[in-house]
């Protein structure tokens, strides 16, 4: 199929138009490049550089069959201090995108949408059914272009597929060894963050200045640290192909994306320490707002539907990351 992925220069887009290049689509990445990089693009995409407002009716008019959506802002402390910024990117361009795919006539959308549109839940894990209350503009944003594609499908018959992540870790090599991971700036995810601290150049930071911070020991968990169900970006990228060939017309879908199982951030950072052979010192700090206890999904409507499940573990989505974040160190890469 001829496709167009939407924020391709990203982590997770990245790697999914790698894994669509491989099973043989052909794809065309939509990116500004604003938080993606141009050389984490697959050397076999077509590259677009610009946005979903001005630019998509362009690229889509060349001929597409489906659309897979990542281009977003997707920082949940950013939002809370930008969020007319997150509404105008995430919503607003999001329905131009939809408008221009009307235009063109494309009728097919895998959707990135968000844990984040849940919020506070009520109760672990979370399934599709559950409220959806989210608590920052992130998650609110999110949930509107959910809302939007359920419109559009019943009104247009657009096919839809949400894909609510919970936490994605990782990274992936292609066939011929190229290698796509997470390399957020400023970075605020866990595991890279922790990784971070065991490359040697950490070693150098000066007492103190190498230790990752525990964001609050006192939730109501078994070790008093938050707990999170993680997902190899791998993992993920497969439920984007099985999501795309399940997209119907007039249909909106949404299915949430996690193993189900849920990891402390101590537990995450014991992991990196056996994973990097490295005692990573670990300093404790207050809670970051916003911040659930526990975030685990169901994701027993993906495997009934489509018979998707996650089969890689926290130790592969760790040795994974370390592998490319010791590589991009090597290339000298910040
Ligand atoms: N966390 C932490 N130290 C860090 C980064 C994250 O303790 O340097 C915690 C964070 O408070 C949360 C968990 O690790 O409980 C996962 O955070 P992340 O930002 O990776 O993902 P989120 O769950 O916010 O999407």
Redesign the pocket.
Known sequence: MRLLVTGGAGYIGSVVASVLIEAGHEVTILDDLSTGHADAIPRRATMVRGNLRDDAARVLAGGTDAVLHFAAKSL?GESVAKPGLYWSHNLGGSLALLEAMRAAGVGRIVFSST??TYGEPERTPIEETDPTRPTSPYGASKLAVDTALTEYARMFGLGAVSLRYF?VAGAHADAAGQWYGERHSPE????P??LKNALPSASTAGAGGAA?????TDYPTPDG??V?DYIHVADLAGAHVLALAATEPGQHRIYNLGNGTGFS?RQ?VDVCREVTGTDIPAEV?P??DG?PAV?VASSARIQADLGWRATRDLTTMVTDAWTFAQQRAAAGAR
Do not use: M, P, S
């Not at 605020?188 to 595991?191: A, G, K, N, V, Y």
């Open positions: 949940v844990a984040a936490n605020t995810h866990l595991i963050n922790v990752v911070k525990i964001f609050g640290t938050c999170r951030v995450v700090g809670r970051r911040d975030l």
